[in-house]
């Protein structure tokens, strides 16, 4: 009972699901801190009641250890007394042999007591001595416990704080990826090549019409030969047609 009194409010925390009860926890950190801090001060209280446990059993110890001294001491006084009365007895004073035989039997009977009482608080200690042992025991263990709810407050921190960061560097991309720059360039970099393309347009309707120019002065340069190649045809004929004439004469 006294076991169960002391370790009893500390049986749900000591088996708590941690992840659970950090699922609910809107700063694990503080949570975790915060069943360190309380673990801790029910290993103090525990170990207040284990030394008051351990305090009782040594006073009973000490009652005990007196009382067996007591029935020495009253053991040695009845010895004593039987001794002093059996001088008196062998010099023949009766009365003074009886006295100290009466002392002597007074004696027993109070070592008697005192034996009495060390027997009865026996069972008592041995009892005291098994519980103080599992004290001892799970004090022991809760303080391994601490230790390892210590490691375990460490390590999921350390966890969560990585989990935070991974958390971050995702969020920091999802931005770069919304505000991608490249987009932009590329939109622009597709007005440019409309601009160009409108360019190169315009350049080859310009060539098109200048060709076309050079053509018609090609083909003016060409009716201008015939016009010239007629001409001198003509002058020809008219130069035979003098030539026969003034022949014909002659």
């Known amino acids: 009972m006294v076991k169960q ?10 088996k708590a699901n941690i992840n659970a009860l950090l699922d609910q926890a809107e700063d694990p950190q503080k949570m975790l801190d915060q069943m360190v801090r309380d673990y801790s001060n029910n290993i103090a209280e525990a ?12 006073m009973l110890q000490d009652d005990y250890n007196e009382d067996l001294e007591n029935a020495r001491n ?5 010895l004593a007394a039987s001794r002093k009365a059996d001088e ?10 009886e006295k100290f035989d009466n002392l002597a039997k007074v004696a027993i009977q109070r070592q008697m007591a005192a034996e009495s009482e060390a027997r009865g608080a ?12 599992r004290l001892k025991t799970g004090l022991t263990q809760m303080k391994d416990k601490l230790q390892q709810l210590q490691s375990k407050r460490n390590e999921l921190i350390a966890r969560a704080r990585n989990a935070a960061a991974q958390n971050q560097m995702h969020d920091a991309i999802k931005s770069i990826d919304v505000m991608d720059p490249t987009s932009e360039v590329g939109r622009f970099e ?8 409108k360019v190169r347009g315009a350049n080859e309707l310009a060539a098109s019409s200048l ?3 050079f053509e018609s002065l090609e083909d003016l340069g060409e009716q ?15 130069n035979q047609s003098a030539n026969q004439s003034a022949i014909e004469q002659n």
């Open 5 to 14: 009194s002391i370790f009893g409010r500390i049986a749900t925390l000591a």
């Open 47 to 58: 170990e207040s009641a284990v030394a008051q446990t351990i305090g009782n059993l040594r």
């Open 74 to 78: 009253w053991g040695n006084k009845a």
């Open 88 to 97: 008196f007895r062998a010099g023949g004073n009766a009365v003074d042999a």
């Open 122 to 133: 026996e069972p008592t200690i041995a009892s005291q001595e098994e519980i103080v042992e």
């Open 190 to 197: 597709e007005k440019i090549r409309r601009e160009e393309a």
């Open 211 to 213: 060709d076309a120019q």
């Open 224 to 238: 201008t030969e015939v016009e010239a190649r007629l001409a001198a045809l003509k002058a020809s004929a008219s």
